[in-house]
């Protein structure tokens, strides 16, 4: 194992992971990336993995290079050096398609989801046989006698396409990503193309119209709430400690099932698990016992408590997550105020779905502004402003800079949910910067 991967932007999430799954599966692992900081290379740095500025010397001849998607000729010195001296490179869901033939796979699609659903089935299986995976969130782990592989499928630019795993989730089929897709049926086709390419067991969220419409070449098992599913949740017991449920399969009991999470979607997250490693032959009494000590993944559902006041920090960047989102932060905590603080992630998501935006966003008590974040992989901002979705929200929604979040003290009895896919974190920085100095003040 002479040979070195060489990561092009490994702070990115999916990158990360695979870098940290290479090096504990026994490979050299090394990366470049800017030398802004990530929440992703923390892991990277506990395993001592060498992460370097840009710069063509770091490919070297003994290297092979993966390179990430949000790199190309124009933005990277490195991948523009590749191309000009032939050196090769593959991308990350194109090394990712044939790593994968070494094992059972698993994977996990979705409009949203995916990342707590893969984070869900890495933790059950790896606590039940030895099991490699890669998580959304930047976690990954390897080992070389693992038999399974657990991994989240990107439709972005239809990544997942490369991927032919034996057994696949699918969690919902939603518009977004629309500066790549067209249209919802566009969202679709690239779904559809997916799932014909699982072998063995293909398990979809039955109450999404567009999933009931899905073909494939294996055994399709729909999950859901409702009859007319194979595998159906039940007898619901949502409380401010988690949730538990029963599940049936096709008339059979299953049995009651604990998790430590909230929001009805995290139940169906659970249940598709459930249903897949119950199809694989997996012990359920074992299933159960694991489901209990899932913690979650990064930035879903996290949090924390400055000076007594409880902060949520979440990935949602959708309206239907920030419905889920806002549902369980309802479940936890009943008795307070909830107050949204959202940050528009693009422009071309910020103008497709202001309406749904604000639809969602009116599920909070209050309901505070970031700037729109923009992606770099947008040319054309539009023309949409933060103004436009604070108009459109019936509840009074203030703007805030990242200076200034000093008007969400107002609220006495809140539990404050930050929410976005940009630099939304640094917004609750500064809040927990002011909440530290009140007590500091006081003292």
């Known amino acids: 194992m002479t040979k070195t991967y ?33 929440f992703t290379q923390r892991g990277l740095e506990q395993a001592g993995i060498k992460i370097l500025p840009f710069d063509e010397k770091n490919l070297q001849a003994d290297v092979e290079v993966i390179a990430g998607n949000a790199f190309r000729p124009n933005n990277n010195i490195e991948i523009a050096y590749a191309d000009a001296n032939g050196i090769s490179y593959k991308r990350y869901h194109e ?19 995916k990342t707590s659903t ?23 782990r390897g080992s070389a006698n693992a038999k399974y592989f657990v991994f989240e499928a990107d439709e972005y630019e239809r990544h997942f396409m490369p991927y032919h795993p034996e057994y696949s989730i699918i969690t919902n089929i939603d518009f977004d990503h629309p500066d790549y897709f067209t249209n919802l049926e566009d969202v679709f086709n690239a779904f559809n193309d997916y799932a014909k390419q699982v072998s063995k067991g293909l398990f ?9 419409r899905v073909t494939a070449n294996a055994p399709i098992y729909y999950y859901g709430f409702k009859e007319g599913n194979d595998f159906i949740a039940h007898d619901l017991l949502r409380s401010t400690t988690g949730s538990s449920f029963k599940v049936s399969f096709r008339g059979e009991e299953l049995g009651e099932f604990k998790i430590p999470s909230f929001g009805c979607h ?15 032959g997996f012990d359920l009494n074992l299933v159960r016992e694991h489901l209990v000590t899932f ?15 409880t902060i949520i920090d979440d990935f949602a960047h959708h309206p239907t ?43 909070a ?55 976005g896919a940009g630099d939304i974190q640094t917004y609750e920085y500064s809040f927990e910067r002011l909440l530290s100095n009140l007590t500091s003040n006081v003292q």
């Open 6 to 38: 060489h990561f092009i932007g490994i702070k990115g999430s999916g990158m990360s992971a695979l870098a940290l799954m290479l090096h504990q599966m026994g490979h050299h692992v090394q990366g470049s990336d800017v030398e802004k900081y990530y």
């Open 95 to 113: 090394f990712l398609g044939t790593f994968m033939r070494d094992f059972v796979s698993m994977g996990v699609a979705g409009a949203h989801g």
């Open 118 to 140: 893969t984070g869900m089935l890495a933790h059950v299986l790896s606590n039940i046989t030895d099991t490699s995976y890669l998580i959304g969130d930047g976690t990954g």
């Open 204 to 212: 979809v969220y039955g109450e999404d119209k567009e999933l009931r």
């Open 266 to 280: 995290n139940i169906m997250n659970a249940t598709a698990v459930i249903g897949l490693l119950y199809t694989a």
């Open 295 to 309: 913690g979650g993944v990064k930035r879903r559902f996290t949090e924390k408590v400055v000076n007594g006041t």
């Open 321 to 363: 997550e920030i419905i889920a989102t806002l549902d369980a932060a309802r479940q936890k905590y009943p008795s307070k105020e909830i107050v949204a603080i959202f940050q528009p992630h693009t422009f071309t998501r910020t103008i497709a779905l202001l309406d749904e935006f604000a639809e969602a966003l009116n599920q």
């Open 365 to 419: 008590d209050a309901v505070y502004l970031a700037q729109i974040y923009g992606s770099a992989r947008e040319v054309d901002h539009g023309d949409v402003k933060v103004e436009d979705l604070a108009e459109k929200i019936i509840k009074k929604a203030e703007i805030i800079t990242v200076d200034n979040v000093s008007p969400l003290l107002e609220h006495p009895n809140a539990v404050y949910v930050f929410m």
